[in-house]
C-alpha cells in the first residue's frame, strides 16, 4: 500500500510540474503580446499547441 501511495504522490507532483510549465508557457506568451512581439492569434496557436502536448503528457502519467 505504501508504493501505491509513494506512485500517486509522484504522479501528483509530475502533473503539477506540467501544469506550472504550461501556466509559465501562458504568462511568457502574453509578456510578449504586451511588448507588441506576438498577435493574439499566435499566442492562442502556440497556447493550443502547449497544451495538447500538456495533455498528452498527463495522459501518458495517468496510464502508467
Known sequence: MEKGIAKLKEKRR???EQMLAFTSQSEMLLHRMK???TT???IVKRQREDLKV???KLEKL???
Open 62 to 64: 495517468l496510464e502508467e
Open 35 to 37: 511588448q507588441n512581439e
Open 40 to 42: 493574439h492569434t499566435e
Open 54 to 56: 500538456c495533455q498528452m
Open 14 to 16: 509530475q502533473i503539477q
